[in-house]
């Protein structure tokens, strides 16, 4: 912009260095979808906090559902994977403000390097992503819901949890999953459980040391301790009800079916809400690091076939690092208010 002074020369009328709208269109429209996009994932986790305050009390409890470690089977490591996934996208970041440094100094060989460290730190996230998928849908426990559509689990005399396979008893009885060619009316449902009711039912009673614990969640007060029947061994400040035998038989007695991981209907560890909002909250971040990937992968093409030093510019590596760094913070966000909170 310019301007005429009283003796007819034109100055610059901003005259601060750098415009600050200086930036190009590129950069200019890929700020205008990382703040759109914000406001949905920011959309996204309000809903899920004001989801969790409603319902509270039956909200599962992270330390006890991601608990699993690629290769430690068996042994619960409580949040450590997820830990680990989260260090190697904030890692991943790390290298791509290593590769886009190296584009403004035109080190190609030194973008390509870093653009495919980044990749490679993707690609590991969304594969422990689907493995961390596989373990919440798969379930390790089980559970039983009762008719009144409350989860209940199963714990030993120290309370300790226990599997459904390790009490529940083979009855000489014959179930046949309802298909759409022997149901009323075409209908389905989902895989049988390992186990019916009845087997439950018939292996709880068989161990009257066992006992149940309800969604019920309370924090280890002193009220708390001097009202409920703390669960023992555990080191965090939110325990579930243990109920006493005769409690516990009641409870198994209104059982209406057995479940066995997580899915949109039904979820072993508490409210199935908690399993919907991470299918979704999780599953469209996944979405978003994939989509990086593909994109990262594009641009480190170009920048091994030498079309951005031709261009003597790397700016399309600048613009591919604004999104990789807004998935990085975004995941941040989720990591802290969907699995530390």
Known sequence: MGAKDTSGNTENVWGGGNEPMGASYGKLMM?????????????????????RFKFINNWPIADEVFTHFPFMHGKEMPMYYVAFMTFILIFSSVTMVLAVDAGHQMKQKKVAIY??????????????????????????????????????????????RVKLEDFAVRLPEEREQLTRSR???????????????AEVQAGFKAHPDYLVRTEVIYRDTAEDRANKTLQPGLNHNKHREILNRAESEKMVANAGKVVEGANLEHNEYGSKLFADFF?????????????????NFIIFL??????????????????V??????????WVFVFTFFYLV
């Open 302 to 319: 170009n920048v091994v076939l030498g079309t951005y030093e031709k261009r003597r510019t790397y700016e399309m590596v600048e613009k």
């Open 183 to 197: 149901g009323k009316w075409f209908m389905d449902e989902p895989t049988l459980p390992s186990y019916s009711v």
């Open 31 to 51: 700020w205008f979808f990382i703040v759109s996009d914000a406001l949905t994932f920011t959309g996204f986790l309000a809903a899920y906090g004001f989801s």
């Open 279 to 295: 299918f979704f909250i999780t599953g469209f971040h996944g979405f978003h690091v994939f989509s990086g990937v593909v994109i």
């Open 115 to 160: 653009m495919l460290l980044t990749i490679v730190g993707g690609l590991i996230f969304v594969g422990s992503q689907a493995w961390e998928w596989k373990n919440f849908i798969k379930g390790e426990y089980g559970a039983i819901e009762t008719k009144g559509g409350s989860i209940i689990q199963f714990v030993d005399g120290n309370g300790k």
């Open 321 to 330: 690092g604004l999104y990789w760094h807004f998935v990085d913070l975004v």
